[in-house]
């Protein structure tokens, strides 16, 4: 059986990753819009998304070490620089997305909870990863932006259209 997991909104700004025991495996705690402090484990660590078109991700470790880890487009879809895969959204209707291979099979699937939560998500790792918690906590990371993202695409295309009309 896959390792399965449960992000869960704590707060505005703070996300508890959850194994199946309920104990706190990960925690992430966004400063401001597109910057996060992670701790995973006994990493820790902050992710940080800069660009517009083509964003960046860029992680910092403890002794402050910055590297792109990833490069993203302006679909939302990103990719590793060093492991070959890919974050997507793999059903946008149900709003589901993951980390992929480059063959498009699943690596970590983040499923929300329900329609009427969209915040927190069950986490399924659906083949043996190394790094698997950083991974996941990356993934937690970038699924917030998108959301958000596509939150502020929708209520600009909302505006768009009754502008036009009126």
């Known amino acids: 059986?896959?390792?399965q997991y449960r992000l869960v909104r704590v707060d505005r700004r703070t996300f508890e990753?959850?194994?199946?025991d309920a104990s706190v495996a990960?925690?992430?705690d966004f400063v401001g819009s597109n910057r996060a402090m992670i701790e995973a484990g006994k990493e820790r660590f902050s992710l940080v998304r800069s660009g517009f078109l083509t964003p960046s991700?860029?992680?910092r470790d403890e002794s402050a070490n910055g590297r792109l880890?990833?490069?993203g487009s302006c679909s939302g879809a990103y990719r590793m620089q060093d492991g070959g895969l890919s974050w997507r959204a793999l059903s946008f209707r149900r709003g589901t997305y993951g980390w992929t291979t480059s063959g498009g099979s699943a690596v970590i699937r983040y499923a929300p909870l329900?329609?009427?939560n969209s915040s927190d998500a069950i986490v399924t790792v659906e083949q043996e990863?190394?790094?698997e918690l950083r991974l996941i906590?990356?993934?937690a990371f970038l699924l917030k932006l998108t959301r958000d993202d596509v939150s502020v695409v929708l209520a600009v295309t909302a505006a768009a259209t009754a502008i036009s009309m009126a």
């Open 137 to 139: 906590a990356i993934g």
């Open 129 to 131: 990863i190394a790094d």
């Open 1 to 3: 059986m896959p390792n």
């Open 114 to 116: 329900s329609p009427w």
């Open 69 to 71: 880890i990833a490069r």
């Open 17 to 20: 990753l959850r194994d199946s």
């Open 26 to 28: 990960a925690t992430i």
């Open 57 to 59: 991700l860029i992680l």
